[in-house]
């Protein structure tokens, strides 16, 4: 779990007009992450941020999920922790027979940086 180091939640909300849930996030700048992605200009790495979508959509479910199919994901900007501290995550899940169909994106006021369709399905100890 990347909660307690790596990025905070600020707050939560709902989108009255989508269903969505919108989780105002924080970037820890000096996560040991980016000592090593990269060191002279840190970047989020893509698998980290399909991490925080998760971990949202975790909250929203109330269960720990895994990453059971991905129809589409698509990061058309690269987040970084000093040029974008706060970030919105939005998700919305519908649960399926097979899990929770999940639409998920990471953005700010002018960006869009990460788009994800998929399943998540209940993790199997």
Known sequence: MLLKDY???????TDDATGAHLFR???NGGH?????????KAVSPG????????????RIVGK????????Q?????????DGTPELTVS?????TEG???????IFNDSTTYITFKGILTPEQL
């Open 47 to 58: 698998v980290c941020n399909l991490q925080i979508m998760k971990e949202c959509a975790e």
């Open 73 to 81: 994901c698509k990061m058309p900007a690269m987040i970084t922790p």
């Open 99 to 105: 899990g929770y169909q999940t639409t998920a994106s």
């Open 7 to 13: 990025y905070s939640i600020i707050s939560q909300s």
């Open 91 to 95: 998700v919305a899940t519908a649960e």
């Open 25 to 27: 996030i924080k970037l």
């Open 32 to 40: 040991e992450i980016y000592k090593g992605h990269f060191p002279e």
């Open 64 to 71: 720990e999920l895994t990453i059971k199919t991905m129809a």
